[in-house]
């Protein structure tokens, strides 16, 4: 075995292990490094007894330090006496050939914390450790998750704003189609029973040909307004297309609600709208299907069938309400 | 070219030339109007574009345009991140000064595709220091130069900076430092703690 004699100055110890301490086979600690003394402020460790300050975490149940000492070294984990929320210091302790021995400390982890409670600064670490670089890696990381989080906030409002737009119907802002064929068929996946009341614009044309397009669209954002008026929370206006709306009624199958809802709408869209000085006259033919006529509702044949009111409705001399219902049992007579 | 470069070039240019300004220089540059994001990856050719719409829009060389920004990404900007984690690096300017052959690694830990310049430092005592910079995009080192003069006025060190640029591109510039006083003014404090200043 080789030995070398070894002596190190308080000076050369501190500088190389700021956090490190020496103590006599007493138990009485002999030096302190810069640091241990910095963040245990308004104490003389050298002098102290080492138990009195620090509590023996690890290895565990080993209180008595002679039987730590049989030891020629190994881990150590070290508490404040009487004070639990200072954290616990993690070291390596090796004897020395007076029997006493040489702790270096560390903060581990908890560095991030000890860093502000103490205001530690460079110069309070020895350069071989990496306590800084995390610091600056905690740093660092922080503010590229706080880019990263703020680009995913943007990208998510971007991405509801792009999914709003694609239900939406950007003249009128009723939804359009893609928003009629969603809600239709979640409300028969949910076996919900609904009403869907078809309005096809009377006389829309003459305006569009006599006043212009402008006053058209004009028409059309007033139509919205006419429709939004009826709806509930459940319920949702469509534009399905040029001149045509439905509104879809969850949970609305009586006869006498729908009719009542659909004359109010005629009488709504009968009110002269003006546009400068032209004032615009329209009405609406409008045809309507409930759900519960079908054993299994489908959305494509409740819609054919609103249409098919909804012709009847205009053949019979438009501004009228026409239920599909009511053609049904009229189909069924006839047949008889 | 990474965002964070990209952004911070535009932040610059909002900050120190007005909204007005920047609008005109994107758009003349087939850049982002709205603004880069810092943490998506650009075409180098948008990067140059947009330095040669503000050299002619502004009337000011790119040179002195890098070197300003160079200073602004430490003294402004981002709640001076960049400043703090180039304190990390040492406790004096020259402590600083021997960090920067670490800056590349440093930064890289952080953000894996940032492309930063390999600098080597040569100290030639007592007071001259010799940085050896690579430009992996011409003008880097330019941005150092102007990085350089703000954090010796952190430190509070009197210094001299000289820069010669490469010769070819795709070649090191060399930055001459001669610190005059160390501790000419008291610089200003930093503390480890986050938040701290």
């Excluded at chain 1, 309507?288 to 053949?315: C, F, V």
């Excluded at chain 2, 829009?57 to 070197?67: C, D, N």
């Amino acid at each position: 075995m080789t030995t070398i004699q070894k002596t190190l100055s308080d000076a050369a110890l501190a500088q190389l292990m700021p956090m490190s301490m020496c103590i006599s086979g007493e138990g009485m600690i002999t030096f302190a490094g810069p640091t241990l003394n910095k963040i245990c402020p308004g104490r003389e460790l050298v002098g102290a007894h080492v138990l009195e300050v620090f509590e023996v975490k690890r290895p565990r149940g080993t209180h008595a330090l002679a039987q730590l000492l049989k030891q020629l070294g190994g881990q150590v984990h070290l508490g404040f006496v009487g004070q639990k929320d200072k954290g616990t210091l993690r070291g390596v302790w090796a004897r020395t050939e007076d029997g006493g021995a040489v702790i270096n400390l560390s903060f581990g982890i908890g560095v991030v914390d000890a860093v502000s409670t103490y205001d530690l600064n460079l110069g309070d670490f020895a350069p071989t450790d990496l306590a800084v670089e995390m610091l600056y890696l905690v740093e660092a990381k922080s503010a590229v998750t706080g880019e990263l989080n703020s680009l995913t906030r943007r990208l998510e409002n971007a991405r509801n704003e792009a999914e709003k737009r694609a239900f939406t119907d950007t003249l009128t802002g009723l939804h359009n189609r893609r928003a009629m064929d969603a809600a239709l068929a979640r409300l028969i996946d949910g076996a919900r029973d609904f009403a869907l009341v078809h309005i096809d614009l009377d006389f829309f044309k003459q305006v569009n040909d006599t006043y212009g397009h402008a006053a058209g669209d004009h028409v059309l954002v007033h139509v919205a307004k006419v429709l939004c008026a009826e709806i509930e929370e459940d319920d949702l206006a469509v534009r399905i297309g040029g001149d045509e709306f439905l509104l879809i009624l969850a949970d609305c199958v009586s006869r006498e609600a729908l009719m009542k809802i659909a004359l109010r709408v005629i009488d709504g869209l009968e009110v002269p709208i003006d546009f400068g000085d032209a004032v615009c006259r329209i009405s609406a033919s409008i045809g309507i299907a409930q759900s519960t006529l079908y054993a299994e509702p489908n959305a494509d044949r409740i819609l054919a069938d609103t249409d098919t009111a909804t012709y009847a409705s205009k053949h019979a001399g438009r501004a009228q309400a026409t239920m599909f219902e009511d053609l049904k049992s009229q189909q069924k007579q006839a047949a008889v | 070219m990474h965002g964070l470069i990209n952004r911070s070039l535009q932040i610059f240019l909002q900050d120190n030339y007005g909204p007005a300004k920047w609008v005109e220089m994107s758009k003349k540059a087939g850049a982002p109007t709205e603004g880069f994001e810092a943490m998506l990856s650009y075409d180098t050719g948008v990067t140059h574009a947009l330095l040669e719409s503000a050299e002619s829009v502004l009337g000011k060389p790119r040179a002195a345009l890098l070197e300003d920004l160079g200073s602004f990404i430490v003294s402004h900007g981002n709640e001076e991140r960049v400043r703090r984690l180039l304190r990390f690096g040492g406790e004096d300017f020259v402590g600083f000064l021997h960090s920067l052959e670490d800056l590349r690694d440093r930064a890289q830990l952080a953000v894996p595709d940032l492309d930063m310049p390999v600098i080597e430092v040569r100290d030639e005592p007592p007071t001259r220091f010799q940085l050896i910079c690579s430009e992996p995009f011409p003008g880097t080192s330019q941005v150092l130069q102007g990085v350089l003069w703000a954090m010796a006025d952190d430190y509070g060190a009197l210094v001299l900076i000289d820069l010669v640029p490469p010769s070819k591109p795709g070649e090191a510039a060399e930055i001459s430092i001669e610190l005059l006083d160390s501790s000419h003014t008291e610089g200003r404090s930093f503390r480890l703690a986050s938040g701290a200043g």
